[in-house]
């Protein structure tokens, strides 16, 4: 199944959740869920089986918002390992923003269905996750239907696939923001950046 949470319900991401919903169960952890005058809504208490799941229902209460509250969101890739797909589109397109959206995908251990700036690709693999063009959706619904129709191509794109760009020069480039990541390289830029 697929995990669809956000705290906005915007256009893009509620077509594409319908979309992708009939391909494969989807489930929903807000009040974000795609029209239910076009699919039928379950609520459900606990989590079932992947293959028991009805196409979109609610996820168990504790997905959104984390276990205490919004303050933890970072916790919400805990339910994301109970999926194989998680629905991370960003809110707008916007040139150098790439919230942590895909990376708690990631950290969840499921792909990452994601849409935001074409940016993404310089900082991880693009065949590590599914790609959702919003103009143009049709690859990406293609590509959760193969991978549906076959497990062994859904493994390898799991484990085979790095998920960052270039790896350690990824790393340096964008996340070491302390000396005791890539030598504080990101840091170091900031620092001169602002006159520091």
Request: with cysteine.
């Amino acid at each position: 199944a697929v995990i669809y949470m956000s705290r906005r319900c915007v256009e893009h991401r509620q077509t594409a959740a319908l979309k992708i919903s009939a391909i494969v169960p989807l489930h929903f952890g807000s009040h974000c869920k795609p029209d239910v005058q076009k699919a039928t809504v379950k609520a459900a208490k606990t989590a079932q089986p992947r293959r028991d799941r009805p196409r979109i229902m609610k996820a168990p209460d504790r997905s959104f918002t984390g276990i205490n509250g919004r303050e933890n969101y970072w916790d919400n890739y805990k339910l994301y390992s109970t999926y194989k797909y998680c629905l991370c589109m960003e809110n707008t397109n916007r040139k150098g923003y790439i919230s942590e959206k895909i990376l708690l995908a990631f950290l969840g251990g499921c792909l990452p269905i994601y849409w935001g700036t074409q940016e993404v690709f310089e900082v991880f693999n693009r065949h590590s996750f599914i790609y959702y063009d919003v103009d143009d959706p049709m690859a990406a619904l293609d590509q959760i239907r193969y991978l549906e129709s076959n497990y062994t191509a859904y493994q390898e794109m799991m484990v085979s696939q790095p998920i960052l760009k270039d790896g350690l020069k990824t790393i340096e480039n964008f996340f070491s923001l302390t000396d005791s990541i890539g030598e504080g390289t990101l840091k170091r830029r900031v620092r001169d950046m602002l006159g520091v």
